[in-house]
């Protein structure tokens, strides 16, 4: 699989400390088991992390280095549950509790298709999957907050590029675009968003004219 769009370093390297929002990190992680230079490029993260914690934190907090990297294990935990893959199941295989073929959609317009997928009971966020039929325009959208697109299976062109299955579109918030899904197999794409009010707006504004709502 060739990949030509990757997370942003920065979006990486929250991943790699456990500190992106649940719905990003499970996006980061899908893109991470097909990806070996983002997975190679985050364990070297983790390592320097790892290094610098052991280093930095008995002096700053008065632990030992043993017991400050134990206080670190919660979130590096989070991160692994999704990095950590059993052999048989993917990313995505655990977040939908099965496989990509048994979703059940749900119509959201014409040529629009969601999933929400459900999240930890505290997380904050919005992570779901769209399937857009072929060659469908949709509107001009801005975003709010942070917002990651991982392609899984046919792709999309908009500003930016073309994105095919296996590549994630890294948007924040001052960007706004208008993609397009492959003319023969449209696109399904698995998406976060950091803000779940403004995400839904997204997708009113996305399926309003194709409603006429
Ligand atoms: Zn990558």
């Not at 008995?58 to 919660?74: E, I, M, N, R, Y």
């Not at 959609?105 to 298709?113: D, Q, S, T």
């Not at 794409?189 to 006429?212: H, M, W, Y």
Request: glycine share 10%; aromatic share 6%; charged share 20%.
């Amino acid at each position: 699989m060739k990949i030509d769009h990757h997370p942003d370093e920065s979006t990486l390297m929250s991943y790699a400390a456990g500190s992106l929002p649940e719905p990003l990190s499970a996006v980061v992680a899908a893109h991470i088991e097909l990806c070996p230079d983002c997975a190679h490029e985050v364990r070297a993260m983790e390592r320097i992390g790892a290094t610098l914690f052991e280093v930095l934190a008995p002096a700053s907090v008065g632990l030992t280095a043993g017991q400050a990297f134990a206080g670190a294990a919660p979130s590096l935990a989070a991160t692994a549950a999704y990095v950590d893959t059993r052999p048989t199941a993917s990313v995505l295989t655990r977040l939908l509790g099965g496989e990509l073929a048994d979703v059940h959609w749900k119509r959201l317009g014409f040529g629009i298709w969601h999933y929400p997928i459900k999240l930890s009971p505290n997380s904050k966020g919005d992570l779901r999957l769209i399937k857009v039929a072929p060659g469908q325009v949709m509107p001009d959208h801005g975003h709010g907050g942070s917002e990651l697109t991982l392609i899984l299976s046919g792709s999309y062109s908009d500003e930016f590029g073309t994105y095919r299955s296996g590549d994630l579109s890294d948007l924040g918030d001052d960007v706004e675009h208008q993609p397009v899904s492959d003319p023969v197999e449209g696109c399904v794409c698995l998406i976060a968003s950091e803000r779940k009010a403004r995400f839904k707006d997204v997708l009113a504004r996305i399926v309003q004219p194709l409603t006429g709502l």
